[in-house]
């Protein structure tokens, strides 16, 4: 028997547990070449999987040139060629930044999951983005703009500035939200670089090692590596994404209430706005729930609102913020999803002596937020460019969310179901009970398709039939096909296992 | 006797302590109106020490108009007119942050010392900041770099990007340290939002709360601020002054070593060249001796560079990073004095594990640096504007330093002493014994001169004689005007404690 040991609850997908094991043995000499290992059936069973995770870490520890099948004889070692592979993802000792980092673009390749599975073609179709297509961006009135403060401006914009924000794009800030009905004060407005800035600032200044934060599980994984990094335990509050009449949606505020009762919770983290991954909007009856129960436990919110302008259907819910009567709530929001995430320009809305805090805390940070790009932000909402691109957006993104959610009703089979988001940019998909979105991500990427498992956004009771289908940056066209060829590969994946199960029950009549 | 405790070794000023003491018995209705307190000369003798501690003290609150001097009768408490004056700054339980927040630049005041002394005249001496002058700012290089880039490679600059750096970035720099002679590898570069957040980035990657670094003794007070954010225990290490033939500068190496030998130390923090606040540079031979130590003490070290392009004089010694063969040394830099503090772009170099480190604990604070500034910096860099503008503003800089020793030279009283920077932006300058820089600072700004009280700097054993004149903001004209009246406001006083110490001396004769 090999030493090997799974881990089910892990995020990391089983078939890249088994790999990394497996190539570790080889690596540390307890495996030699010329050693057998067993066939994948017979292995699968040892360990209590699916024969198809076997098989997936197998093809992929063969592609590496470690193992060699030879017909009729079994499966062998053949030596570990130094270097040829990439190296092993550090899944272990890191905590949670490594698994969530595999979520964000960077320039060796579409997305991070490349790093896993390199081999992309050129042409795929990738739902695993949820931010903004580039070719929307509007550039001309960007570059003016810029041009526009550094020539007035220029002096003050490149030397040293506020730790609280620029004062311009505060107050273009203030006007913006007067606009939207909301009234803020300077005073309760902090700028930051961005949503994962804010949520390490409201760390450093209020949470200590081992306090506790009630988030919904799944969540966004950049706020479980900052509260990881922080080593923060976050208690997972269900969501619910039942949007059958009467059903209920997003964080399920029973279940909240049963872990503040429990737990000495320090924050509770929510994003009633069309909640990454998962799509849900907070009802208003519910959204009136929260806050009574938070004033009644008396811990603070901190409300997630990058997605809160990306209403796309119905009526328009009040925030939290908005609803506020005890100064409970501290949202959070940023410029990523409705203009430019390149720009790290974020901020902060709460009550003033929250804002005090986090100014000191902030520069002790990184002294302020750089001012090229709060400058131009302001110049850029004070002509009523970011109002004008926003409702520009809002009708692509309406007509895309369109797209996918025909193409999944017309591709998918009966046996999966999905979100209905209102607004965000992105719908969450159950496949098939038994399901490993994980693993069916090498069948979809074969065919050209990505997509991010739902385990890369659980904190707690994985479920491995789920996954994030963002919509925003592909066109209806590409959406449609790639939602065909995601329904093909399910589909055929579920043949193969009623076929297996026929089989197995067959052979199982055959030796009785 | 009235309850006041005073403490000497504390960063805040003696006076400021008393004041704000005295405010908060008034506050806790412990003094109420019509109490009369003791003359300032009796209060003094009580608390041991200086009679124009007090007299500041209680000038102070006379303008708040919470106690009112009668001629012949004494001073009284004339109650609490709610909210009339400034609230008192949050001077304990704040940590580090508080103390040096009053060194950086805000949109309220020429700098954040303003906030303590609201009533600086408008055309004031300024020796506080060390920062690059804007009226030099080259912004229409800077403006034509700008569109450039946007014009070229706008949708990418305004799209998510690496939490490692903007790539072009990137290469520039590396190009810009290949022609300083330096070879850098992209894998052993990471672009931070400034020296700020790369100190920020390290301790959360490297450090635990109650973990120790070594570190000069005065130091940059927004290290100090981090370190303290995070809980690390700062151990100081001497830093000489004495630039004397054959004296010492810089770290003091055979402190170092008597600090690592008594202490488990995780990092030694160091500014070999034009050390803030000293303007001290390590000699050559002192480098080597700090690298041995830290090799043999298993000791990384943080090299803070952000003044090491500033030589003004003499000839250039190797950096640390550069002399460094054994991968102990992490360079932190910044373009915030070589060129716009207002961008906050930064770096750190280093070996390959520690960056790749780095880079997921950047991706969990703040998912990568604005990359606006990053891709015009790049440009910037690419097109020799850099390069360009150090030559010149080393020029500037030199000329600026030339006038303020000379200033020092002819209107400082004999009883002080200055080093003799030959580079960076700041000189420390040692009144004569016996005064505080921090009560001498009441009088100069009457007189319109600002500077940095030494106390600032120090995280033990404050030495209040001390401060930090920067010269790099000013104008040759002006700084030999604030050297003059700094050198009258200090004559003054020096004269006006002999007298005092003659009366006191008479006073005892006669009670004899």
């Not at 937020?369 to 709060?374: G, I």
Request: glycine content about 8%.
């Amino acid at each position: 028997m090999l030493p090997l040991h799974l881990q089910s609850e892990s995020h990391i997908p089983l078939y890249v547990q088994l790999r990394d094991q497996l190539r570790a043995l080889v690596h540390s000499g307890e495996l030699r070449t010329g050693d057998r290992i067993p066939a994948s059936r017979e292995l699968a069973m040892q360990l209590g999987v699916h024969r198809t995770t076997v098989a997936n870490a197998y093809a992929e520890l063969e592609s590496e040139g470690l193992i060699q099948g030879h017909v009729g004889r079994g499966t062998y070692i053949c030596g570990a060629p130094a270097r040829q592979f990439t190296p092993p993802p550090r899944s272990n000792g890191n905590g949670g930044s490594v698994r969530w980092e595999t979520l964000f673009a960077d320039e060796r390749g579409e997305d991070g999951l490349s790093r896993l599975t390199p081999e992309v073609p050129r042409d795929a179709i990738g739902f695993v983005a949820a931010r903004p297509p580039e070719e929307y961006f509007p550039l001309e009135e960007f570059r003016t703009c810029c041009n526009a403060v550094l020539r007035s401006d220029g002096r003050k914009v490149l030397q040293i500035g506020s730790s609280d924000g620029y004062e311009p794009l505060k107050s273009a800030l203030i006007d913006f939200f007067r606009d939207e009905g909301l009234s803020v004060r300077s005073e309760q407005l902090l700028i930051t670089g961005g949503c994962q800035q804010a949520i390490d600032l409201l760390c450093k200044a209020f949470l200590r090692p081992g306090d506790a934060v009630a988030l919904e599980n799944p969540a966004y994984p950049g706020a479980l590596a900052t509260f990881g990094a922080a080593r923060i335990r976050t208690l997972a509050v269900a969501v619910d994404t039942d949007d059958a009449p009467g059903g209920r949606l997003g964080l399920n505020i029973d279940a909240l209430e049963s872990v503040l009762m429990q737990n000495r919770v320090k924050f509770i983290f929510a994003t009633p706005d069309f909640h990454n991954p998962t799509g849900t909007a907070l009802p208003l009856s519910e959204r009136r729930r929260l806050l009574d129960m938070a004033a009644r436990y008396q811990v603070p919110v901190i409300e997630d609102y990058i997605y809160g302008r990306l209403r796309l259907r119905a009526a328009a819910t009040p925030s939290l913020r908005s609803l506020d009567r005890t100064g409970s709530v501290i949202q959070i929001d940023s410029v990523s999803k409705i203009a430019f995430p390149g720009l790290r320009v974020g901020w902060c809305i709460g009550p003033e002596s929250v804002i005090e805090r986090l100014r000191l805390v902030k520069q002790a940070t990184d002294l302020h937020t750089d001012q090229l790009a709060q400058a131009t932000l302001a110049e850029f909402i004070r002509r009523g460019h970011l109002a004008r691109h926003l409702v520009k957006m809002k009708k692509v993104y309406r007509s895309r969310l369109d797209a996918m959610e025909s193409a999944l009703g017309k591709f998918m089979p009966e046996e999966s179901s999905w979100t209905r988001p209102e607004g965000g940019m992105s719908v969450w998909l159950s496949l098939p009970a038994g399901f490993d979105a994980g693993e069916l991500l090498i069948h979809a990427r074969e065919r050209g398709v990505m997509y991010v498992p739902g385990r890369y956004f659980y904190h707690q009771n994985p479920q491995p039939n789920t996954l994030r289908l963002g919509f925003a940056s592909l066109d209806e066209k590409r959406i449609t096909r790639g939602i065909e060829i995601l329904g093909e590969v399910v589909k055929t994946e579920f043949r193969k296992r009623q076929r297996g199960a026929r089989s197995e029950l067959h052979s199982r009549v055959a030796l009785v």
